[in-house]
């Protein structure tokens, strides 16, 4: 019996050699691209929110265009039409605007005109909706047509439509990103799979001969590059948290912009990304183990 | 021999844990390597097989562990056509074999004692079950000083010892050696060869590929003759070991 080795102490060593000179590169692909992963989930969850910022803002508004009929002045068709919206069902404030307010918004168009105040300007009415149960457009329509009121209600949905596009097509792009991000991760482990196979042939032939079945040889890999993915995500999103919480810091209290609103919890969306880098690698592995076993032995 | 081989192909002794029914192998499109082998080995009992370079010894000994198919026949292990045995069913019959590689096939990034641990560990089986059993084989076939080495500081012989504990560290039902005395010395050799007569006592099925002539006489064991592919069965010549 050997001085030095303690029977009663004896570990099973790992089947796998536990360390590959080729890991290194393999840690850093899958860390750069968990990295990108996961900087792509912040910025689909601050555009989301963006859009939906923006969106809840539109939709809570209504903007009322009067136009002055008869002998009316502006601002007594402005006024008259503040009342019969704020009597509405569904609007909590009408307020008709200061006339400079639509000054100010037509003097891009016309320039610096002196005597603007003696042009048909139309005035402006601001509606605040009902948040739960808002006035429609016609319904705001219909109420100005009772009073006789020239006027044409906005109730913002062209934009509408288009932000909530601009989302869906920013969270669609995200989620493209991410699967193609998943799928060359995938590839990526596949491919090492392969690589590790065949310089590992030797262990796989052993085990086979000695009555391991092809499960059970998959599996050593499929833990392996688990493990080293699940590695290489952690490393990525802890710098793609260190490039959030960098961006948070110098955005302000507004995040990266007001465009792209980043906001502290946006950084937990990281938090996933090793357990689903080690997944991406298991299922890769795993699959490509299994197909070449059966065709190595 | 404890009965004639070709007999039992005959199936008067389907207990044979090996027999090979009009078996023939080829690599590819390659010529037959082996041609229309028709033998049985009976439970318990001690062969050798050897020929020429080339006659097909190892080609023969993988059909029988199952790392090759026959392009004809029919093989049979413990009973079982493994042709039609499932997929699942073969890693057990696996199990039941031991083999000592002509090239032996340590793994090296694994120390003395988990090489010969191994088959253990595949079956399954707890350590604290195995390991003092382990550590008596490897102290039985000159190792004991030697279980934290690893392969590549091993000399011929202990790697050559190594192997074959990992092949017999499961009581396997056959044991397969392909050329298990190549790479040592004469007395290494007669060494290694009582212990599978040892084994052989303890009831495995032993078949041995071998190029050693002397050897063979020496055993008193019959003989499986490969010539261009075909198996001529001898009878013991010799004293019996």
Avoid at chain 1, 14 to 22: H, I, V
Avoid at chain 1, 168 to 195: D, E, M, S
Avoid at chain 1, 239 to 257: D, H, S
Avoid at chain 2, 8 to 31: I, Q
Wanted: charged share 20%.
């Amino acid at each position: 019996m050997s001085e030095i080795f303690d029977v009663q102490r004896w570990k099973p060593a790992p089947f796998l050699p536990e360390k590959e000179t080729r890991d290194g590169a393999l840690i850093f692909v899958i860390a750069v691209l968990c990295f990108l992963a996961c900087l792509t989930a912040m910025g689909v969850i601050a555009a989301d929110r963006a859009a939906a910022g923006w969106t809840g803002q539109l939709t809570g508004e209504a903007t009322v265009i009067v136009r002055p009929r008869g002998g009316e002045t502006p601002d007594a068709a402005a006024a008259r039409a503040a009342e019969a919206l704020a009597g509405t069902a569904g609007v909590t404030e009408a307020r008709a605007l200061e006339p400079a307010k639509a000054y100010d918004l037509i003097r891009p168009w016309l320039g610096d005109v002196s005597d603007l105040e003696d042009l048909p300007v139309p005035r402006l009415v601001a509606v605040t909706l009902d948040g739960r149960h808002p006035a429609t457009a016609a319904q705001l329509g219909a109420a100005l047509t009772s009073q006789n009121i020239d006027a044409t209600v906005d109730d913002h949905s062209i934009w509408i439509k288009d932000i909530r596009r601009a989302g869906g097509l920013v969270r669609g792009l995200g989620a493209g990103i991410f699967l193609l991000i998943a799928a060359a991760a995938g590839a990526v482990i596949a491919f090492a799979t392969r690589a590790g196979l065949a310089a590992r042939r030797d262990v796989v032939e052993v085990l086979h001969l000695a009555g391991a079945e092809d499960g059970f040889i998959a599996r050593l890999f499929q833990v392996r590059f688990a493990r080293v993915a699940g590695y290489a995500g952690l490393l990525g999103a802890i710098a793609a948290m260190a490039v959030g919480a960098g961006l948070r810091i110098a955005g302000g209290g507004e995040g990266l912009t007001p465009a792209l609103p980043l906001a502290w919890s946006d950084l937990l969306a990281v938090v996933p990304c090793p357990l689903l880098a080690a997944l991406v690698a298991a299922t890769a592995a795993q699959l490509t183990a299994i197909g070449l076993i059966r065709t190595m032995l | 021999m404890s009965r004639n081989p070709v007999a039992a192909a005959a199936g008067k002794f389907p207990e044979d844990v090996v027999r090979f029914d009009d078996v023939s192998m080829r690599y590819g499109r390659g010529p037959d390597v082996l041609t229309n082998l028709n033998f049985g080995l009976a439970p318990g009992s001690f062969h050798f097989v050897t020929g020429p370079s080339g006659a097909g010894k190892s080609s023969l000994l993988k059909l029988i562990y199952l790392a090759a198919q026959p392009s004809k026949g029919l093989v049979h292990l413990f009973g079982q056509d493994v042709a039609h045995a499932p997929a699942s069913a073969k890693p057990q019959l696996r199990r039941r074999i031991g083999v000592v590689f002509q090239d032996l096939v340590l793994l090296d990034h694994l120390s003395t004692f988990d090489n010969a641990a191994l088959p253990l560990r595949i079956a399954g089986r707890k350590p604290a079950d195995y390991r003092n059993d382990v550590a008596e084989l490897l102290t039985w076939v000159g190792l004991g000083q030697r279980m934290h080495a690893m392969p590549a500081t091993l000399a011929g012989g202990e790697r050559q010892r190594l192997a074959i504990a990992r092949a017999v560290v499961n009581r396997p039902d056959i044991l397969l050696a392909d050329e298990p005395t190549g790479n040592v010395d004469h007395d290494m050799a007669v060494r290694i060869f009582r212990l599978f007569v040892e084994l052989n006592r303890l009831g495995t099925t032993v078949l041995i590929a071998t190029h050693d002539q002397d050897l063979i006489a020496r055993s008193g064991r019959p003989v499986l003759l490969l010539e261009n592919g075909r198996i001529s069965p001898k009878p013991a010549q010799g004293p019996l070991a």
